[in-house]
T-cell receptor
Framework: DSGVTQTPKHLITATGQRVTLRCSPR?????VYWYQQSLDQGLQFLIQ???????AKGNILERFSAQQFPDLHSELNLSSLELGDSALYFC???????????FGPGTRLTVL | AQSVTQLGSHVSVSEGALVLLRCNYS??????LFWYVQYPNQGLQLLLK??????LVKGINGFEAEFKKSETSFHLTKPSAHMSDAAEYFC????????????FGTGTRLTIIP
């Protein structure tokens, strides 16, 4: 158990819909990262927050957005969903100085 | 920009044999390198990391990796494979220095033959 929690574990929805994925980092970690794992794209970095502020952006679509709240949990919002958005979405957290990221169990999103 | 290349999407070894998973990196700055393991239907777990200290890094579960700058490699080894090592392994790189964005390789699926 990494100490990072993600909810829900599974999510099935339809094209065009909007979903929210939630992540709670390890106690004390200020950085939260979101990654997408799909068969065709592999593991890709989406976005990073540090203590509530956006710190780095990767291959995140404009239809996707994220935020980190004062209690340090983070949410990834996916809208206007397409079939190709079906993937595993991982959240990770770290003490940024060590660069060591601890991953949550992931949310499996299926878009039908 | 940083990148890693994992040679071999699938590797099979016999139980008790040497495990060697290959990773080559490309980086414009001294990199931080990582190996993660992913068991079926689970998240990623850090096996080991290199952050410019000792070039031979020991990790969990008997794995180790050696940073070779001349070969731009960071191969993962384990002297004797165990059935429980069957999983997918990912090499990853960050530029470090406060930039923690992980860039992953495409992964190597390790199968252990009884």
């Amino acid at each position: 158990d990494s100490g990072v929690t993600q909810t829900p574990k599974h999510l099935i929805t339809a094209t065009g819909q909007r979903v929210t994925l939630r992540c709670s980092p390890r106690s004390g970690d200020l950085s939260v990262y979101w990654y997408q794992q799909s068969l065709d794209q592999g593991l890709q970095f989406l976005i990073q927050y540090y203590n509530g502020e956006e710190r780095a952006k990767g291959n995140i679509l404009e239809r996707f957005s994220a935020q980190q709240f004062p209690d340090l949990h983070s949410e990834l919002n996916l809208s206007s969903l397409e079939l190709g958005d079906s993937a595993l979405y991982f959240c990770a957290s770290s003490l940024s100085v060590t660069n060591e990221q601890f991953f949550g169990p992931g949310t499996r999103l299926t878009v039908l | 920009a940083q990148s890693v290349t994992q040679l071999g999407s699938h590797v099979s070894v016999s139980e008790g044999a040497l495990v060697l998973l290959r990773c080559n990196y490309s980086s414009s700055v001294p990199p931080y390198l990582f190996w993660y393991v992913q068991y079926p239907n689970q998240g990623l777990q850090l096996l080991l990391k290199y952050t410019s200290a000792a070039t031979l890094v020991k990790g969990i579960n008997g794995f180790e990796a050696e940073f070779k700058k001349s070969e731009t490699s960071f191969h993962l080894t384990k002297p004797s494979a165990h059935m429980s090592d069957a999983a997918e392994y990912f090499c990853a790189v960050t530029p470090g220095g406060g930039n923690e964005k992980l860039t992953f390789g495409t992964g190597t699926r390790l199968t252990i033959i009884p």
